[in-house]
């Protein structure tokens, strides 16, 4: 009879404990799941998005600065006519005045030069866009860093508990079984005192890995800005192959980041006519090159046989001529000399 209500008060936790489960609504989330939600519902993100948006708006103000600034007044009046009076209040008088009047105004302004103020504070209005930028990237990164604790420590919580389960139910086996023997006389007292001991303390566990689950959620449902009453499901199988899939993605990215690097580098290279252009040019200017080599060296070796073989063109007889060279000279000079002279007469 003591077994039955010890197992009835089990029950009782058990059914209350799954009764409190199911009147929460159950939302299995994956951790990219948690990720996207935070992006978009998470309030530390959104506030950082409003503080990017207001730099971004402080960058079109400080732009506005370039900006010619318009002005339009325009006043209307009346007046009315005027009583005139002379000494001690006699001869009185009404001078007719025009009566409506009006006024417009427009006023242009442009800045011309400023010393480089605008400039500076459109500047100072990017830098600050800049570190909303890296304050929301920061503030991110923390509430991913969080997320992902709180989940690797349901995953865990949750093995623990299904531990727990089964050390208790094989506890509560053991403890039949030695109840039956010690009604046999088999069993000692002590040893079905000691495994209740025991069990208690699975169940004070399991007590208190329940109690971790329920902050940790409590924790997952502010940052998701979820309801009160959600009650978040993990699955460490898929985390896993979460983590898998996450790794193939990251490496076919990686290959395909590389494959469009390249492709980029090549298309921005030369083209490939003007490289056949460019090399067929450098051919033929080689090509020339070896022509006049070849020329260079023909001539060198011609004048070298005629200056063997002409003694009178040596380079030695340019400076110091042969004396036959200079009777020739002479005496063409002397015969030109003669013609011209018979001509004259």
């Not at 920061?138 to 995953?155: D, H, T």
């Not at 699975?202 to 940052?223: D, F, G, W």
């Not at 060296?297 to 063109?313: D, K, M, N, S, T």
């Amino acid at each position: 009879m003591k077994t039955f209500f010890k197992t009835a008060s089990l029950a009782t936790i058990c059914v209350s404990f799954a009764g409190n489960v199911l009147a929460q609504q159950s939302l299995p989330l994956s951790l990219e799941q948690m990720f996207e939600l935070a992006e978009t519902q998470n309030r530390d993100l959104a506030v950082m998005d409003l503080a990017v948006s207001e730099a971004e708006e402080g960058i079109q103000v400080a732009k506005s600065g370039r900006l010619p600034d318009l002005d339009v007044n325009l006043a209307v009046s009346y007046l009315g006519n005027a009583n005139v009076f002379a000494r001690e209040w006699k001869d009185f008088q009404v001078a007719h005045l025009p009566h409506f009047g009006n006024n417009f105004a427009f006023e242009a302004s442009q800045i011309i030069y400023s010393g480089g103020a605008v400039t500076a504070s459109i500047d100072l209005a990017k830098m600050k866009r800049k570190m909303a930028l890296l304050s929301k990237e920061e503030m991110r990164e923390n509430v991913r860093l969080m997320l992902a604790g709180c989940y690797l420590q349901l995953c865990q919580l949750q093995n623990e508990q299904k531990v727990y389960e089964q050390n208790i139910a094989q506890t509560q086996q053991l403890i039949d079984e030695i109840n039956a023997k010690h009604a046999q006389g088999v069993a000692l007292k002590n040893d079905v005192t000691r495994h209740e001991l025991q069990l208690k303390g699975y169940e004070l566990a399991l007590t208190q890995i329940s109690n971790n689950r329920e902050v940790l959620n409590h924790q997952l449902v502010i940052a998701l800005a979820l309801s009160e009453d959600t009650h978040i499901e993990v699955n460490p199988l898929a985390l896993i192959q979460e983590g898998k899939d996450t790794t193939k993605k990251q490496a076919i990215a990686s290959s395909e980041r590389d494959v469009t690097q390249s492709e980029q580098a090549w298309q921005s290279e030369v083209p490939i006519a003007q490289l056949y252009g460019t090399a067929q040019a450098q051919a033929l200017l080689e090509s020339m090159k070896e022509i006049y080599g070849i020329l260079l060296l023909v001539a060198i070796g011609a004048w070298l046989f005629a200056a063997l073989f002409h003694p009178a063109i040596r380079p030695i007889n340019l400076f110091h001529p042969l004396f036959t060279t200079i009777r020739s000279s002479l005496s063409m000079d002397m015969l030109k000399k003669m013609r011209a002279e018979k001509r004259s007469e």
